[in-house]
């Protein structure tokens, strides 16, 4: 294809590989802090980092990324050029109509707020962490402006976390699931069965889970040549480039599940960063479309293959030729309904498959009404206390296991919460046009998962950014985000579960 | 410190702690690629290392950097600002002065040279390689004129690795140490205590070697919160900052020599810079001095320290204690003279303490004719194996086995060799210059080594590239370069091994 570009072209493309070349450095100093880089060295390590970081910033905000946007954007007939060209004319907006002073003042504040909701969760000290909560929303209210908007001031945010979602997709769907849910958690609670999730704890030596873990990612289809699985306190997947593309996964060992299902999770993670077209390498185009379709991937693989039935009927003397003795003993249903138990929680990341969901509701709602004035930071704690009673039943009796439980707020991360959400409703309506072309079940329960790891890389995974992310969710699906999917998945799951 | 200095001195150090930062994230990637990054990312990786290096080299030889020398050499108050300048003007020269068309030729044929001998050497054919090592040559000569020396032209490549030091300066040691150490080997080989390395081989789990290893390397003082040990294939100590410098080390499990010795050799490295002082970190003088006085630390430490009759005795329960069971059966005495068995052999890097030096100066002698075009490449494999014989009484029978077995060469680097020898000679003398201080015997004979790395760190570490290798040999022991202090330590070590 390079021999067909013009010289410009040519230049356009060496200019973002050289951007792709430091992230892919900055990549790997992340990935190395986050495995075991040497304490005494992680100043210095920040500082190239942010180094490097502002080199990249510059080239993506440079006079010369003007020019090859202005010349080449709906002038080349390259359609990689021309994704290419919007994706970096995206990311020059978003930063060349900031003012570079208010940019500054804001990536100081940023960092300090981090820092100060750090300390203010430890001390369940709501009143330090306000005045930057105030900042971080007043500073997003501002960006969206300079932005600029159609509709709800808040589809500006959402712009950069979930490009083409607007607050209309969202308010069409996101009621319905949350009254779908709710309704279908009150069954789950008034049946009779209670999984007993005692069955799944105790001892299990980090070896033996790893073991599981590494079989299970290698039957997924995760190429070992092309990436790893290391240690790490808050797991994550990094794509360095497309050959080299790691899982890191954290061991408890009282409770395996947090590895298994999170190797697994981070696995479907990186499943999507090793198979994206080998074309798209190192241009801006080589990476995950959104945050939500990202995690439809690993969520896909989560819950729509490794909490199934099939999947644990197949695995099951695999696992427990990798479990400690006691685990022999345990019947397979007692098991898998453990695996698959609901139970209201506090704590969004330790919230189930179907509560996850109304976690987002709550933040989703909370953070909209913020960015449009509606409501103020002051009244946040009671509000949230409000609302997680309202959709889960559980009220915080601590704001920091309430409204200062996440990160992201602090960072000034506005838009990001719905992407988690959609991600479920990605995934589930993925899941269902699967199943109309090959019998997902049946594959599931032979233990090869070849075919359901083709089918989401010729459906997704290849495309890269090349498709925004409702374009694959339509291509893929022929419909728009339908929230039916995993209403109907979850019901189906939990009446087998909870026999209602 | 930074308060002093003008604004023109605030921006070289900035731009030179630029430069330190991209060689940080380069050292990174490097200890990655040996360390386990997945193959199908290596290609990727290596473009991003030669951009980084791009980087780095622009800056080092731009005309901004040229400003800077300029402006400030012998114009500053502060010492660190000088030395920097120094530094600075030493890699300025050295790429500037050669014609930038020449060097981008050499590079491209450099790689391919490298390539080419690795191919030569598995196929045993040096006339395959041939062609390469001329223009190697041919380029080293050509380079040597652009740099300029005094005296011979050899002393320019010299300068590169070991400044200050000329071909005066070692053909006045290098002969007496010739000639004794062969002397020395004579009485080796005549006695009749003939040790058993037989002793020490067998199978020993790599975790048990690793345990021992990181024993010592802690009681060497390594600090774990500023490095780490990890496995590879061909070890190596390497400093990404002052508070992160690794180690790695590869296990044979028929033979712990390799790692223990290895780890300790390569411990020896990074205390050097763990322990350099904390005003020069990122600065161009945040490294060890020359290639020479690394290697006296590391040789101190893996020599002077480790193989000594007080360090095993001190150890010996220690290392039993993580030894297979066979090990216990085996006297100390045998233990320890086969720990310090000399024998000839053809490869250098298999060397023991004795013949090291040995194969070095056949290595010197010939890289130096090469240079002053006294021989030709074509004649370098007979040439070779004359001087091997020679010396150490040992004749290749194949070129692979012979000239061909180091890859210096074929990447261009001449004038590098000497610095092996002249480690061990630095140690030597610095070894006898501590003992005037210290009793290095008895404090080895209580296993714990702070007095030792901190009279190192004093006298050696702290200063960096502050001063030259030269210098600090003089500064330290109070005299000139004195091969005496080798030939009277391995005389002494011998002649209670061999009992002669």
Known sequence: MGEQWSQLEQQFMDYTKEMSQYEEAIGLMFWDLRTGAPKKGLEGRSDVIATLSQKAHEMATSDEMKGYIDELKGNTNDPIIQKSIEECEKNYNQYSKIPSEEYKEYVLIQSKSEAVWEEAKEK?????????????????????????????????????????????????????????????????????????????????????????????????????????????????????????????????????????????????????????????????????????????????????????????????????????????????YEFFNAVNEVKPSLIRIEADELTYCLHIMVRYELEKALINSEIEVKDLPELWNNKMEEYLGVRPTSDSEGVMQDVHWSGGAFGYFPSYALGYMYAAQFHSAMKQEIDVEEIIGKGNFEQIRSWLTENIHQYGKMKKPLEILEDVTSEKLNPDHLINHLTEKYQKVYDF
Request: proline share 5%; charged share 25%; aromatic share 14%.
């Open 124 to 332: 369940n000290d709501f009143e330090m962490y306000r005045p930057y909560l105030e900042k971080m929303v007043e500073y997003n209210k501002r960006f969206a402006e300079y932005w600029g908007y159609e509709g709800h001031i808040y589809n500006a945010l959402l712009n950069n976390f979930e490009p083409g979602v607007t607050v209309d997709v969202l308010d069409e769907v996101f009621p319905k699931v949350r009254k779908e849910l709710t309704h279908l958690l009150q069954k789950i609670q008034s049946s009779e069965v209670k999984p007993n999730p005692s069955v799944l704890t105790g001892e299990f030596p980090k070896q033996d889970q790893q073991n599981f873990s590494l079989e299970v990612l290698k039957r997924m289809g995760y190429d070992f040549d092309a990436g790893r699985l290391d240690e790490t306190v808050h797991p994550f997947a990094i794509g360095l480039n497309q050959g080299d593309v790691r899982v890191t996964t954290k061991y408890d060992e009282a409770d395996f599940r947090t590895a298994v299902f999170g190797t697994i999770h981070e696995g479907g993670h990186a499943l999507y960063e090793q198979n994206i077209d080998q074309q798209l390498a190192y241009t801006p185009l080589a990476g995950g479309t959104s945050m939500g379709i990202h995690e439809s991937q690993s969520l896909f693989w989560e819950n729509f293959v490794a909490r199934t039935e099939p999947f644990w009927k197949n695995h099951f003397d695999l696992f427990l030729s990798n479990a400690p003795e006691t685990f022999r003993y345990v019947d397979f």
